[in-house]
């Protein structure tokens, strides 16, 4: 089985929210106690954030679910219930997160990048806070909040200074364990390599290093998804130097002129700019064409990994160019970009002929009461949505006197003008006609 992933699917569920109490005060020699039902705790969040100590996925795939704690719910004598534990999800730098329909939603680029996955819950509201002068003793509360709950898929794209690129079985794993501490399966058969490898390379007399990836071996048409090039091409996107590996022997009868030709046409189609980025063209397997080294005229570097020869030499102009890359960047943004903001707006979605659906958390909110059956809380429910706005809503979705209007639980029958209406101002005495339209769905 293999040990790297570089695409999952992540299921965030944040913490649903605690209910509010309803509850009144109950002591010896306290007459007629008003209400002091607590309200409930917020549901937790559901965070992501890029960590170094992630190198792969593999978390993921076969156990994508990840949930953060509820609310506790309020008591009486206005006790609050606890607030549910956040939860951070740590993914490996490199991490770009999608929805279904596959629009960027963030990138963690950077180390401790934090993204908010799943906002937890708002609990609900006791008794006690809808003590007024006109409602003297409130029978209802707010039924906690649920929390978001939503599909990622999850893309990593390896972040590394170097990126090795070439035909299959030019000498890339070789290359990599012997400048490296890693130990990719070298064989000599094409495709041995079936997932990147990284490896970090110190520089000889200094404390500095560099972080090379071998990525798995490109054909001819892997810019179309040949070969699983997508799969592969990916990891080079963030590379800051191409180290562009050809083979001088010539191995499955291609001559490294083609070889180079092949490999930069296919880094253009896959992404142009890639072109543009610092690169080093160097000969593997020199020792097995001896003097015919000198009439390639392809290669920056001609080296062979199973003798040693130039090696040296290669380590330090890749760290030239890494360092010159790393000086030319631009820097680090604080926090990552979130590419669509949690909406909050109210939106009308006609369901058929007559019949409409308000939308969006405001208005779910609104109507989050326990009982929708107690006058006293339509009266909340209704106050509510108008002050969202609701009949400028629904008007603009083209709503009309008498159409079934749905939120959450709560269905009524809407009409826009006169005193009949049902979210009009005027429509505030408990024995209004519009009253009577209004009942839960």
Same mark, same amino acid.
């Given at each position: ?33 008003? +209400? ?11 965070? *992501? ?93 707010? @039924? ?11 893309? #990593? ?28 399966? *070298? ?57 562009? #590996? ?13 070889? !180079? ?18 690169? !080093? *063209? ?50 680090? &943004? +604080? ?5 669509? +903001?949690?909406?909050? @707006? ?8 007559? *019949?409409?659906? #308000? ?18 809380? #339509? ?55 519009? &009253?009577?339209? &209004?009942?839960?769905?």
């Amino acid at each position: 089985m293999s040990g790297f992933v570089d695409g999952a699917q992540l299921h965030a569920k944040a913490g649903d929210g605690g209910a509010g109490a309803v509850s009144f005060r109950r002591e010896a020699h306290v007459d007629r106690g008003g +209400p002091d039902g607590g309200s409930g705790g917020d549901g937790g969040d559901v965070w *992501v954030v890029a960590s170094r100590n992630q190198a792969s996925l593999i978390g993921f795939r076969d156990h994508p679910h990840r949930r953060a704690g509820d609310g506790a719910h309020g008591a009486s004598k206005r006790k609050t219930g606890a607030s549910g534990a956040d939860l951070e999800v740590p993914l490996p730098v490199g991490t770009v997160i999608r929805d279904r329909g596959g629009e960027v939603l963030c990138d963690l680029t950077a180390e401790g990048d934090r993204w908010l996955a799943a906002r937890g819950g708002r609990g609900g509201r006791g008794n006690s806070t809808f003590l007024s002068n006109r409602r003297r003793a409130p029978s209802f509360g707010e @039924q906690g909040e649920r929390g978001e709950e939503r599909w990622l898929a999850l893309e #990593l794209k390896l972040v590394a200074d170097v990126a090795i690129v070439g035909f299959p079985n030019v000498g890339k794993s070789t290359l990599i364990s012997t400048i490296s501490a890693a130990k990719p399966k *070298v064989a000599d058969y094409p495709f041995t390599t079936l997932e990147p490898h990284l490896g970090v390379v110190t520089i000889p007399g200094g404390d500095s290093h560099f972080v090379v990836a071998d990525i798995p071996g490109l054909v001819e048409g892997a810019a179309e998804g040949k070969g699983l090039g997508h799969e592969f091409l990916r990891h080079i996107e963030r590379a800051r130097v191409l180290l562009v #590996l050809v083979d001088l022997a010539g191995g499955g009868g291609v001559d490294p002129d083609t070889q !180079l030709r092949v490999l930069l046409a296919e880094l253009g189609r896959y992404q142009p700019d890639l072109l543009d980025r610092p690169r !080093l *063209v160097v000969g593997s397997k020199a020792d097995l064409v001896g003097d015919r080294v000198a009439d390639t005229g392809s290669t920056d570097l001609d080296i062979s990994a199973a003798t040693g020869v130039g090696l040296g030499e290669l380590v330090g102009r890749l760290a030239v160019l890494v360092d010159t890359a790393r000086a030319a960047e631009q820097p680090a &943004r +604080p926090a990552v970009v979130v590419h669509r +903001p949690f909406g909050e @707006q109210v939106e009308a979605v006609r369901l058929g002929p007559g *019949v409409f659906e #308000l939308v969006g958390r405001s208005a779910e909110r609104a109507v989050a009461l326990s009982d929708l059956t107690d006058d006293q809380a #339509l009266d909340v429910v209704l106050g509510r949505l108008r002050r969202l706005g609701v009949d400028r809503v629904l008007a603009r979705a083209g709503a009309r006197d008498g159409d079934e209007v749905r939120v959450g639980e709560l269905s009524f029958t809407w009409y826009r003008e006169g005193p009949d209406g049902a979210l009009d101002p005027a429509a505030q005495g408990t024995d209004t006609p519009g &009253r009577r339209r &209004r009942g839960p769905g």
